[in-house]
């Protein structure tokens, strides 16, 4: 009958490896590995640039270009070919779904990376969070022809964002410069560029020497992959900067502390994928602690449902076991779709993260903050909530400066507490951002918390 044609799949049994171990010896001869978040205003160039990355880093053939040319010229934008290379991610085309962070692997001799990116304009911002606290690195694309617009716009908002998800390292790509007034590639634009956009970082607490600012033209392509002409208008690009590239080979990630290593496991589920036939059911993420092998039990929260690790995918390589910072696909078996969710935690079942219903934070206000509904972000999870009280504002030192606030202003940091609309995988000291009608209004970590669902 029905029950003898479908057999019930063999149990994944775990080879009981010794992760860490195995982790501290292969450290030091593994490929190193890192991934990027894209950010800056709208129309800067940023897809463009990721596509002619893409492209001449070998990871997308000429003729998929030519064909995307081809449908674009027919549509009259044909300067949008590179662009479409990030809209048709392998992932989506290969997994025939949609993602909310596409994520675009390329190699290198020395590294493999992967684009982490927020497509499409609307809902940029959750997107971007999300892909940010997967990320070693930002790369700002900044139009140099725009400067203005984009120092007002979502530039500011943007590097905001990347700071409050803990990323330290920026490398700005001083963009379009094929395009400069009164002639291309004038450099004293670069250098004006490089002086605000340096003054905004600075300002938000980047440090001087954890941010490198690389001219280019993503349309062009010149000084991307490929270095600039070394005579005409471009004598003086590599004197500034080397390539896009090779600022991002000289940011490697930092590769994780051995206590991080053996730390309980937890990775929040970015994407949820369905439907493959060898793995019908698989999450990506980035494991924030710990390490995972294949026959592992873990816990979802706030679910509490377990799930057996039948494979690993790291860097898009199949494998045995994953550690802290890497990022990952994980083939799960004997657990319900319906309790998996992105923004969900998988975690170690016997310390699994805790679920909680709200949390006193100190956050730094970005926008006049009075008792009110917020949007909670945390990576890639959104919940709804409200700030309930304000507790205190603090100055510099963490001392009061007034109690029970009406309202918190800009600049200032404030004692608040955030009531959660329903119970969310939390742990303290994770990066919280409130943000409220589709601006981001603070930024901190999670301070005490209390428990419930
Ligand atoms: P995004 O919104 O930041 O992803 O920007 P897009 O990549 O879609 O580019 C916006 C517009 O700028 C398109 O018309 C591009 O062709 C154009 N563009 C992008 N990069 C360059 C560049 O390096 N030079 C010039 N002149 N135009 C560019």
Avoid at 148 to 171: D, F, N, P, R
Avoid at 191 to 208: C, M, N, P, W, Y
Avoid at 277 to 303: C, E, F, K, Y
Wanted: hydrophobic residues 40%.
């Amino acid at each position: 009958e029905a029950q003898s044609a479908t057999p019930s799949p063999p149990k994944v049994k775990s080879k009981g490896l010794d992760v860490p171990k195995l982790w501290s010896e292969s450290k030091d001869t593994r490929k190193s590995a890192a991934a990027f978040v894209v950010i800056g205003h709208v129309d800067h160039g940023k897809s463009t640039l990721m596509g002619r990355l893409l492209l001449d880093a070998g990871a997308v053939a000429q003729r998929d270009i030519d064909k995307y040319k081809k449908q674009a010229t027919e549509l009259n934008k044909s300067s949008f070919a590179l662009a479409w290379v990030m809209d048709t991610g392998s992932e989506e085309r290969e997994r025939g779904v949609t993602v909310d962070i596409a994520q675009h692997p390329f190699q290198t001799a020395n590294t493999d990376f992967t684009i982490l990116d927020a497509p499409g304009h609307r809902d940029f911002v959750p997107n971007m969070l999300a892909g940010a606290t997967m990320a070693d690195l930002a790369v700002l694309v900044v139009d140099a022809n725009q400067l203005e617009s984009g120092m007002k716009g979502q530039t500011k908002e943007h590097i905001l964002l990347a700071k409050a998800c803990g990323l330290s390292k920026v490398v700005v790509a001083v963009n379009k410069l094929d395009a400069t007034a009164p002639k291309a590639w004038d450099e004293q634009t670069f250098h004006h560029v490089k002086a605000e956009v340096g003054k905004l970082l600075q300002s938000v607490g980047f440090e001087k020497e954890d941010v490198l600012y690389v001219p280019c033209s993503g349309l062009g392509g010149t000084n991307v992959v490929n270095p600039a002409p070394s005579s005409g208008d471009t004598a003086w690009v590599t004197g500034a900067s080397g390539t896009l590239l090779h600022h991002l080979e000289s940011s490697p990630a930092a590769s994780p502390a051995d206590d991080q290593v053996k730390a309980p496991l937890r990775m929040q589920i970015a994407d949820v994928f369905r439907g493959s036939i060898t793995n019908p059911l698989s999450v990506s993420g980035r494991i924030a602690a710990g390490n995972v092998q294949v026959g592992d039990i873990v816990v979802i929260q706030p679910s509490g449902e377990k799930a057996t690790i039948r494979g690993i995918e790291v860097s898009s390589e199949p494998g045995d076991w994953a550690v802290a910072t890497e990022l990952c696909t994980l083939h799960l078996a004997d657990i319900d779709p319906v309790h998996l969710r992105a923004g969900d935690v998988l975690c170690s079942t016997a310390q699994p993260v805790g679920v909680i219903r709200s949390f006193v934070t100190q956050v730094e206000v970005l926008e006049p903050l009075l008792p009110q509904g917020v949007d909670v972000h945390v990576g890639r999870l959104h919940v709804p909530g409200s700030v309930a009280a304000l507790i205190s504002t603090v100055d510099a030192k963490g001392e009061v400066v007034r109690k029970k606030p009406r309202v918190a202003k800009a600049g200032e940091t404030a004692n608040v507490k955030v009531v959660l609309e329903t119970g969310a995988p939390l742990p303290v000291g994770e990066r919280v951002v409130l943000r409220s009608g589709g601006s981001t209004v603070a930024s901190g970590r999670v301070g005490s918390v209390s428990v419930g669902r």
